[in-house]
């Protein structure tokens, strides 16, 4: 087609240099006008502009001016978007003549088509299509010539691309066809060529993890990665890849490169890192470990990426059963020890790390795996102790830590990892011979005399670290914590820790919560170690600490403890994290104080005497802490038993001690927190109480106290018989009175209930252990009649019933060993059998005779609730007898004072009354005075003083009548002077 366009618009002739377009430009490129187009306007392009635009002219006499083309070039010339163009019926030829028998021997011709198949379909395969090409490359596969093998790398090569829809349902109306094309595809990495298998590999990765940006397609559309990535997991082809890693060879690490590229990017999806597991991928990985030289570093890296992917992502357990066998640990081995031999590279010592971890998880999931013969155990502690004692091994003679992050980490993991080794018994031995514990213990200094490399913040994360592990492995050397050697330092390191030299912990780390500022961390893990000191038992570790004065110092540091947790900062600010951090580890602080105290007072009674009078006066102060904080989450609870505890072991049993324990009001405490502390607490706080009410002077101290409703100790006791009794769900009455005479303090359950062992308690004495009945028993037991003032009618109905609990255990007791017997088919002897069956009966009659004794005195409640009932009603019927005379003479009153002839009737009434009041028998010589007052209007008798409501008279009259009244009471007077 001719290119060259002149285009005349006045006297301007254009052509293509003018555009700057050579000829051969022009002919290579698309056309700029097709056939099917419409045909250029050429006055619209002579007059194109619009009639609100008008181009600005140039001058007279200047340059002509450049013409205005309009060029259509379309997407398809510009290269943006491709037309789709498929030749279905030419694959399908190729495919019928590769596989046509008779067409076996035409190479030729099988190349040439396979080679036109690979330029019509470079920009992929459509979804309807894949099927013939797989099965042409299984027909080529199954000819084994090496002249197919570039065809069949072409082929796969256009399968990197992703697959073209025509139509938007063909992801899902293909998705079987691609299941099985994928799977096709991972089978050809059979055939024995190496670059058929790269290119393969490669394919597949860049289907599963492409990033390179596709041009478009005209009229069709790409499947997503999504879909790719989902066909690729569904159709197996990550086992299927596992296994042809078997047959790469060793020597050919470019290939196994490519393979470890595309495992690591499948085994992120835990469907494929099942698969992968199936095909026994991580034995494979580790075995393929043994010819690992200094150059192959990057597959190393990959095959530790996919392992960790697999614990991660997939099955850890069969993961770990897989690699927990001396032909995968070995190759581990060796690659850790090469990789210490590369510490100066950032590289290498990640990987170390990293292969330090797996061995570290494999050790926790078995700790009887060949860790001991693959030379493990013996290289993690060679590095380790290497630096802290002086090692001449020639394998760690020049081995150094730099103050780097990973080697900093490395030294974390490796002790992390030695503590794993400790659950297997066989590896303590050497533990020892590779002087671990020197090792442990060169950190157990203060941490500015410690000589290291890494700064102060990661010494002291080092040494928090070694001393937990020392708390650990006391249970596994009993030797340390009974040999000097190792007890001496720990108490000079508690010596700086409870001193105040300045230092300040960075709290950083794990093992550092809540030690910023102070020494918290340290004392903490301290304390812990010297916890497994006491509890060892060993006297002379006893007179090392007595020669110590430990209890002194713990005492020191409790009170300074106390007093942290009293401030005010404590008590009235409101807490954030980090101090309910801090808070807690001085509740556990302290817990661990008491409970040194606690043993080392138990062991030995003569330990008490070392108790002073500030330590009893402490644990007091101690023990009465508010009820509010015990639900805080923080440890107070414990706090509560390490008390209670501490009060048990140092205070019980000793005379000095329990007469300043009373003193300071150590049994009010006691009741103070037993009733507001939960019921799960109660059964150690009144078991002691009963231990102290063994001492005479303790018992006005019991009866006398009250809470702040005002209920006394007995009460308090009957209220937790009747909840412990509400939670076994027993049946009783709602007063308290027995239902069922057989086994009255159980409930029909447990009463039918028999131990399944012989090593399991019986119900019978379980319960009596587990909940409070046999202790509210015991303190009833040591109070007299006399003693139980504070108890109200109804609880006698109670207190009948604890009074007969020792002989209904019995009782249940021996039903339970009947039940057995019968159970277990087994007949006593005759007199046995008799003597079983009396203690039976004579239960249940006590039972009955504890009921009817029971129903009296509810009847006999009820009578004196009903006659105090009485009492209560004749009260108000009194009181509405006088109120209702109150308004009778009220009445009377306003009738008296309303009413003139009432009044004089009210008068009438009242002479007759004082008139009918004097005796009848009048003496001779006796003479009558006249004791009214004439003139009087009142109707009250006379006195000095009269009081009245209304006085209608006037002053005159008044006075009067008060001269009429002087005059009778001195004539009175003077009547009674004659004889």
Known sequence: MQCDLNVTLGTVSVDNTLLGLSDSATSARAPLHDAHDPPLNMASLAGGYPSSVTPALPPAGGPPPLPVVHNVIPDQALGIVREATFDHQRLAQAVDLLTSPAARTLKKRHLTSLSKLIAIYSRGFPLDDLVNVLVALNACAELDEPEYIPVMCGLVECLRLPFIMQQASDEVSYRGLVLDSLAQLGYLLRVNHRDLRAQIISSLHELHSGKEKIKALKETKRVSRAYLRATITESGLSETV?????????????????????????????????????????????????????????????????????????????????????????????????????????????????????????????????????????????????????????????????????????????????????????????????????????????????????????????????????????????????????????????????????????????????????????????????????KSGDERCYLILVENELILKLLILLNDLLATMQSERTLENPLTQKQDETEAVVLEITCDSLLILSIFSEVNPVHKELIPRDGVELVCQLLAVEPERVCRGLGYHKLLLSVIEAVWCCVVGHSSNERTFLELGGVYSILDTLDSCPGSMRTIFLSCLLDLMENPTAMPHVLTWQNKQGVKAVQLMIRFWKETEAELGIERETSGIIQRITNPLSNPDQSDSLPLTTSEKSPAIAEACDNLRSKVFGFFNKLSADELSGLQPSDYVWLSLIEKYLDFKTAEVWSEINRELQAENIRPTSPDAELLEN?????????????????????????????????????????????????????????????????????????????????????????????????????????????????????????????????????????????
């Open 242 to 534: 596992m296994k042809a890693l078997a047959l790469v060879e060793p020597s050919d690490s470019e290939l196994r490169l490519k393979f470890f590229q595309f495992l690591r990017d499948i085994s992120l999806d835990p469907a494929n890192c099942e698969q992968i597991l199936n095909a026994g991928g991580a034995f494979i990985l580790c075995v393929s470990l043994r010819d690992y030289s200094n150059s192959d570093y990057k597959e190393v890296e990959l095959s530790i990426e996919i392992l960790w992917n697999l614990i991660e992502f997939g099955n850890k357990d069969l993961v770990l059963t897989q690699i927990s066998n001396l032909q995968c640990m070995m190759p581990l081995h060796g690659v850790f020890v090469a990789e210490m031999s590369q510490g100066h590279s950032l590289y290498h010592r990640t990987l170390r790390n990293d292969l330090l971890a797996i061995i570290c998880v494999i050790a926790r999931s078995n700790p009887d795996g060949p860790l001991i013969e693959s030379g493990i155990v013996k290289s993690c502690l060679l590095y380790f102790t290497c630096v802290e004692t002086k090692n001449k091994n020639a394998r760690v003679r020049h081995l150094k830590f730099s103050n780097t992050p990973e080697d900093f980490e490395f030294k974390k993991l490796l002790l992390a990892t030695i503590l794993v080794f400790a659950d297997n018994r066989s590896t303590l031995s050497m533990m020892e011979e590779n002087k671990l514990f020197p090792a442990l213990f060169y950190y157990i200094r203060p941490i500015p005399t410690i000589d290291s490399r890494f700064d102060c913040s990661q010494v002291e994360e080092i040494q928090l670290q070694c001393i937990a592990a020392l708390c650990t492995l006391t249970n596994y050397f009993r030797d340390l914590v009974r040999s000097a050697t190792y007890v001496k330092p720990m108490l000079q390191f508690l010596d700086w820790c409870v001193s105040d030299d300045g230092f300040r912990s960075q709290g950083n780390s794990f093992y550092s919560a809540g030690g910023r500022s102070n020494k918290y961390s340290q004392l903490r893990y301290c304390l812990r170690f010297i916890r497994q000191v006491v």
């Open 839 to 979: 203690v039976i009966r004579i239960s249940l009659g006590r039972a009955e005779m504890a009921r009817e004794q029971q129903k009296d005195l509810y009847e006999a409640y009820l009578a004196q609730e009903k006659g105090e009932e009485q009492l209560f009603y004749g009260e108000i019927r009194e009181t509405m007898k006088q109120n209702e005379k109150l308004i009778r003479d009220f009445d009377s009153y306003i009738k008296r004072t309303s009413d003139y002839g009432s009044l004089k009737r009210a008068k009438r009434n009242q002479i007759e009354s004082i008139a009918n009041s004097r005796s009848q028998h009048k003496p001779g010589a006796a003479k009558e005075h006249v004791t009214m007052v004439e003139g009087t209007m009142t109707t009250v008798f006379c006195q000095q003083l009269v009081t009245a409501d209304h006085v209608p008279f006037r002053h005159d009259d008044v006075r009067k009548v008060v001269h009429t009244a002087a005059s009778s009471r001195r004539e009175a007077r003077f009547s009674a002077d004659v004889p």
